[in-house]
C-alpha cells in the first residue's frame, strides 16, 4: 500500500491548480478517495469530529445489501430451474443467477457513477460516494430478466432529474434508486409486471406469478406459498427482495451501526400491519370478493417488496424525514400508504415504491410541521416560567 500511495502522491501534483491535468482534478480526488482516507484537515471554525464518514456509511450500507444480494443470485438460478422441472445444485443456481445479475449490477454503477463524473467535473466539485448505495440497489429491485438497455435508460434518468438536478448527493427529493424502479414502471409496464417477467428465462408452462399477482386474479388463499417460503425467500420476484430473513440481518446491520433508522423501519412495519388487520376486520363486510382484504396481516409484511423497502429505501437519510418523531409518522405513513394502495388498487398489487416515493415528498413538511409544534411548547413554557 506504501508503495500505492507514494505512486498517487508522484503524480498528484499534476491534477492540482497549476498542474497540467488540473481539469481532471475532480475524477483524481474521486479514485484517491476511494483508494485512501482523505488528508484533508480544517483550518478554522469549530467542527465536530466522528469515525463516520460519507464514505463509511456507503460501504456500511453496501454490507447489509450483501445477503440479500448473494441470496438473489441463487434464487433467480433456483426459480429458472424450478420453472423448467430441472434439479441444480447450489452452486449451479448461483452461477445461473450471477451470470444474470451481475451484468445488471455493472451497468448501473457504470452509467450512474459516469454521469456522477461528468457533473462532478462540469461543476468542479468532489465525486460524492452516493451512489454507491443506490448503484446497487438498482439491480436488487428489477425483475432478473430486465434488459439491460432499460437499466441503463432508468439508472441515467435516475441520476439526472432525480439526484442532479437537485444539486446532487445530499439535495435531492425523492430516492434515487426508486426513481429509477419508478421510471421502468411507467416507461415499460410489460416488461414490469405480469407473469413472465419475475423468472429468468421462465418456462412457457410455468405460472411464474408472484403471490400478490396470485391475489391480484382473486385466487384462493391456499395457493400462495407458505408463509414460510416466502419469509425465506423461495418465491419469485425482484432479484433482492424476496427474502425477508436476510433484509432483516441487513436491518440488523444498520441499526448496530447506527447508520439506518431503527424508528423508521419499526414504523413502517407497525403502518402496514395496523392497516392489514384492520382490513381483516372490515374486509368481509365491505368487499368480500377482494382477496386482499381477507390476507392475514402479517402476509402483508413478507410480499412483494415491503421489507426491502422499510429497511434499505424508506431509511434514506436524504430524502426521509429527519426529526424523531417525523420518522414515526414518516414510517407509518409509509406502512398504511403501501397496503391501502395494494388492497384498494387492483390495477397495482405492489404499493410500496409508491407510497415511499409520496412521503419523500411530504418528509420536509412533516420535519416542518413537528419542529413548529416543539416551537410553540418551548414556548408555551417560558411564558408559564416567566409568569
Do not use: C
Not at 416542518?368 to 418551548?378: D, L, S
Amino acid at each position: 500500500m506504501k508503495a500505492l500511495r507514494d505512486a498517487i502522491d508522484k503524480i498528484k501534483p499534476q491534477f492540482e491548480k497549476g498542474g497540467k491535468l488540473s481539469y481532471l482534478q475532480s475524477t483524481f480526488d474521486a479514485f484517491e478517495t476511494f483508494l485512501f482516507v482523505p488528508n484533508k484537515t480544517t483550518k478554522i471554525g469549530s467542527h465536530i469530529r466522528d469515525h463516520i464518514d460519507m464514505k463509511r456509511t456507503m460501504s456500511v450500507v453496501v454490507i447489509a445489501i450483501i445477503p440479500a444480494l448473494l441470496f438473489g443470485m441463487w434464487n433467480v438460478g433456483y426459480q429458472y430451474n424450478l420453472s423448467h422441472g430441472e434439479a441444480a445444485s447450489l452452486w449451479d443456481n448461483f452461477l445461473f443467477g450471477f451470470i444474470k445479475v451481475f451484468p445488471i449490477i455493472v451497468v448501473s454503477y457504470g452509467v450512474g457513477l459516469g454521469i456522477e463524473f461528468i457533473f462532478a467535473q462540469f461543476r468542479g466539485h468532489e465525486v460524492n460516494e452516493g451512489f454507491l448505495v443506490s448503484g446497487m440497489l438498482i439491480p436488487l429491485i428489477v425483475p432478473p430478466d430486465t434488459p439491460l438497455w432499460m437499466v441503463a435508460l432508468a439508472t441515467a434518468f435516475a441520476v439526472v432529474i432525480g439526484k442532479e438536478v437537485f444539486g446532487g448527493t445530499g439535495m435531492n427529493i425523492l430516492n434515487p434508486a426508486l426513481t429509477a424502479r419508478a421510471f421502468l414502471f411507467f416507461a415499460y409496464p410489460s416488461d414490469m409486471s405480469g407473469d413472465k417477467v419475475w423468472i429468468a428465462e421462465k418456462a412457457d408452462a410455468y405460472s411464474g406469478a408472484t403471490p400478490l399477482g396470485n391475489l391480484l386474479t382473486n385466487q384462493p388463499f391456499d395457493t400462495l406459498p407458505s408463509a414460510s417460503d416466502m419469509f425465506w425467500g423461495f418465491i419469485p420476484g425482484s432479484v433482492g427482495e424476496t427474502s425477508t430473513f436476510l433484509i432483516l440481518v441487513g436491518a440488523l446491520i444498520l441499526m448496530i451501526t447506527g447508520i439506518g433508522s431503527w424508528r423508521i423501519m419499526l414504523s413502517v412495519f407497525l403502518g402496514g400491519f395496523g392497516l392489514a388487520a384492520l382490513f381483516n376486520l372490515i374486509g368481509p363486510y365491505v368487499a368480500p370478493d377482494n382477496a386482499y382484504m381477507a390476507l392475514p396481516a402479517y402476509y402483508h409484511l413478507i410480499m412483494g417488496g415491503f421489507a426491502f423497502g422499510a429497511v434499505f429505501m424508506a431509511t434514506d437519510p436524504v430524502s426521509a424525514s429527519q426529526t424523531n418523531k417525523g420518522k414515526w409518522i414518516y414510517g407509518i405513513l409509509i406502512g398504511v400508504m403501501a397496503v391501502l394502495i395494494r388492497v384498494l388498487n387492483p390495477a397495482y398489487p405492489e404499493g410500496m415504491m409508491l407510497a415511499i416515493l409520496f412521503m419523500n415528498v411530504f418528509a420536509p413538511l412533516i420535519d416542518h410541521y413537528v419542529v413548529e409544534g416543539n416551537i410553540k411548547k418551548r414556548m408555551k413554557r417560558a411564558k408559564l416560567a416567566t409568569a
